[in-house]
């Protein structure tokens, strides 16, 4: 390790402070006066659920973005990256979730990029590789470096990712979500790596999900929530319940009065019989392990867990929009064949994604043709659009929606977040669908919409339709949902039926220690249960 | 950076950990990766050792130096394609910037041998190098921008001869003549010129940073490269190439031919993508390139041989038959690296 | 403060660039009218017209289809030689009858399509490699299939599609109006024009809404290639000979351009089709008028680039939105 460039730092000096950051986007507060320190040595869990403003503080550390207000000190100096690569001379490295580097050059290149070893002016490439070698040797990795980086498993990518960062006489080192993408086996590896790291007085810090994970590795927490911090602390003798807790922003002496969403509490009259969709084991590579859930005709199911549980992909597996390795979707007890998105929406099934940006509306286009987009197909002859069925139709859901636009012509882009969620709502139910997954349906609307919203998949569950809920939002989860299936790890951890649905059982399902199955904290078992996993994934 | 200070910044990383050594190729990834990079000189082997079974004329030295001489100075634009491609960027002004070239030597001849060399070049990378701003800076697709270059330079050098009507001859006796003379000359030039640049693709720091972009220009950013920098010069770059190319082809053929160089600019892209650098960016070789140049060269011969009676319709078929074989293989086998 | 009296003109700036992209094109055409009748009041006469329309039937076809693969975040760059290919058949099979001949010509067409369209949607290579090796391949068929030399055409058929007027406005122009009009008429009525553009603007969200992406994809890239075999067939019914080696040459850079200058964005999502013939008609009289007045053609072409460069800016602009 080289000497520190400034003087030793004392242990409880923070070698990387931020001090009142505010950060605004268009009027939408991400961080409200966050301050967040860090010491030299420590592994620093950095948690909050969507849109809490961890990757905004992330992305302001290391000049990214610039604050509107507050300071970020290192080593006691305040500091204003322009972009990632002052930050990173500075020894602020980040390593993302996606691996950043180049994929067809080899791993030492990857390596050495742009700081190659040169002779006569030259790369010196023998001297590359055997430098690329013994620095990857210590990480665990042994491959021979002049291989293309993508013929590496992620792991060992993700630790040529990390070597390279650490070799720029890092003094903290960011690490977003690393362990998404990893086997159990280079979870532990890098882990190691951490550790050694630790002890080499460079600061981590670590995003993630996972629950054990943080507790596995990380020293201190700090929780973000709507942008502002609501806790740090140690992290050893911090118990899980209270750590959700405060992630979801529900005190569990809180009992909340029924009626804070537009629900109608009193829970749908299944209909009972066959499940309008059931889905059996649907396993995806290191997303989803073996889950199952059905939805009957006019009940609302959510679907509980925290950020990178698996929600989204369970979604997006049973419309077949992502490929699954296994499992099978039955709609009214008729297997789909045919996995994708076209075919399942022929069976009834439909989805309103969660991204509504990306994978919603068609931003160019107008209202009405975002409407009858999927059911265009419907609305015409021989291919020629009846400009009549489609104005009944687009009339039709415009008023029972009420949604808000100048005319049906509107471009979609120029609504507001709500009234776009509810066009997409109406390109859905102009289809008769069986079964509505409904992707984060609340999510970056404003209230009065969010009320509308809600109260609008109630009354569509009383009209029986099968209604797949996800939703971050706790109380939207339990006081919509007659059934919750709860996630973790892209596993099926929790059923909550009747009286269970109430958020302390959730939160306790979440918390909980993960049976013998699952993980664990301490590393002995965890590597013992990992090994498990992996048998489990085969 | 010099080694020993690199070695000094790593940190001992974590040495009692049980390595991970992460899993060895497979089969199909080691399939891939050598089709990849071998697969043009497999098939180059192999059709010149046809030929010369086949033909008794053709491992003639007579042919062979006709091959080598008559086509040596065009191989170059298929060396500044190769830069340009692997960027993920491509340069349809090549062929234009070739015939530019030679007409602008053949002027510059006019008044001496080194504005001979030098009046093609300096205006050939300019071309480039506006070419290189647009597509960095501005953020204009590339293609678009060197087809717009493409027509611009065409229109460039029919304002300077006149709409064709006047040809420059290169004086008798200048030395800048001689230079496209003969076999030996053309070849030495070009194979240096070939070296120079497998050095500067595989051996600088430059060279890696067009790699990286062409890889993954968000990453190369992260990563610290000086992304639109390098591609201003390597559009630069190419321009240059290509105004030199046609510089010694003007040489070789004593005038400023305006007709010339139509289409070259997809000759040398078919050669380049023969010779295995991936026509979406990331991997480029200049001994495939070398390669193509060659494979084509040869079937060209082959049919100028074999199939005179159809002239040279044989060889664009091929060339695109070719290309298009070759770009679907490609696409495959990196679909099959990523399964 | 600042920050106050910056936002407005931002606004302004965009808004002009909106109304430059979409109506640009129109208020660029009529200054370019009155400049030439200015110049040269004999540029409104009907042979005058009749000159230009021949010239301008072929690109607006061609540019149709050029119109709707760059509306699916695409472009064509076979387009030329498809007009060779189509040129190389009619005299290889102009004993079957000019009507057999036709139809071979444009099945030839599709075929490419289909090879270029299967190329882009099935296998997944981007747009610009797939059509640029069907470029130099089917030119290089064409070229085999004809010989070296052009080979002249004598069918009263073709001749007259090529030569024929009705109504005092070439045959060759009613063609391409009606082809214009049945592209206008798809885009704003059918399915198919409307899954188009939504493919082109955002195809994740089109796949997710179950729409058939690669269907559509593979027709488009099959209708441009009809589109231009069509313009091939008229090229050699007008030039009464099939010579592919020349023809065709550098006409996806003037359909690309004929598209571009029409306000449609090579972002896709969008396909001006009126845009698309105005322009065409913007391009060919501006060469028009360069022409006619005696300059070289050497000076058109450096302007013709410099309108490709300015309108691409112009239109890249708003495709950051």
Redesign the interface.
Known sequence: MPEPPEPAAGADSPVLEAVGLGKSFAGVRALRGVDFSLRSGEVHALVGENGAGKSTLIKVITGVYRPDSGTVRLSGAPRSFRNPLEAQAAGISTIYQEVNLIPLMSVARNLFLGREPRRFGLVDLRAMNRLATETLSRYGVRVDVTRPLHTLGLGAQQMVALARAVQLESRVVIMDEPTSSLEPREVKTLFSVISALRSQGIAVVFVSHRLDELYEICDRVTVLRDGAVVHTGELAGFGRLELISLMLGRELSEVRAEGATAFDTAGHAAHGGQPALRATGLEMRHRLHGVSLDVHPGEVVGLGGLLGAGRSETAKAIIGALPTDGGSVEVDGKRLHQRSPASAMRAGVVMLAEDRKAEGIIPSLSVRENIVLAALPRMSRAGVVSAKKQDAVVKLFMDRLRIKASSPEQRVSDLSGGNQQKVLLARWLCMNPKVLLLDEPTRGIDVGAKAEVQALIDELAREGLAVLLISSELEELIEGSDRIVVLKEGAVIGRLDGDEVTEERLMRTLAAEAPSDASDSSAVEAHAEQTGDEERER | ???ST??????????????????A?TLR?RIS?QVQRRGALAVLVLVAALASALSPTFPTWSNISSILGNNAFVWLLALAMTFVITTGG?DLSVGSLYALGGVLAARGAQTGAWAAVLLPLVVCAAWGAVQGL?VAK????P???T??????A??????ITN?GSTTYLVPQGSWFRDLGQGTWTPVLIVTALFVLGW?LL????FG??L??IG??E???R????PVDRAKVLVYLLSGTLAGMAGALGGSRLGSGVTTIG?GYE?TA??SVVIGGT???G??GSVGGTVCGVLLLAVIHNLIDHYFS?????????????F??AV??LQ??LS?M??L | MSSITWAPERVSRDRLLRWLQDYGVYGALVVLLVVAVALNTNFLSASNWRVQLFQLAPTLLVALGMALVIGTEGIDLSVGAVIALAAAAIPLYIGYGPWAAIGIALLLGAASGIVGGSMVAIAGVQPIVATLSLMIGVRGLANLMNGDVAKPVGDSTLLGLGENTVLGVPVMAWIALAAAAVTGLVMRLTTFGRQLVAIGDNRPASRLAGLPVRRVLITVYVVSGVLSALAGVLIVGHGAEADPANQGLSMELNAITAVVVGGTPLTGGRVRVLGTVAGALFMQLITAVLTQHNVHESYTQIVEAAIICFAVYASRERGTR
Do not use: C, K
């Open positions: 950076m010099s080694s690199l070695n000094r910044t790593l940190p001992p990383g974590p040495a009692a950990q049980p390595a991970e050594s992460a899993q190729p990834e990766y491509i647009l501005a953020r204009m697709a293609f678009i921008v087809l717009a270059g493409l027509l611009g065409r229109g460039l050098l029919q304002a709409e050095l595989e051996r600088t720091r890696a940073s790699t990286a890889g993954n968000t990453a190369s992260l990563l610290g490269l139509l997809l892209i078919a991936l026509l979406t990331g991997f009676q159809y002239g040279s319709a044989f060889t664009d078929a091929v060339n695109g038959g290309l298009a770009v679907l696409t495959a679909r690296r990523r």
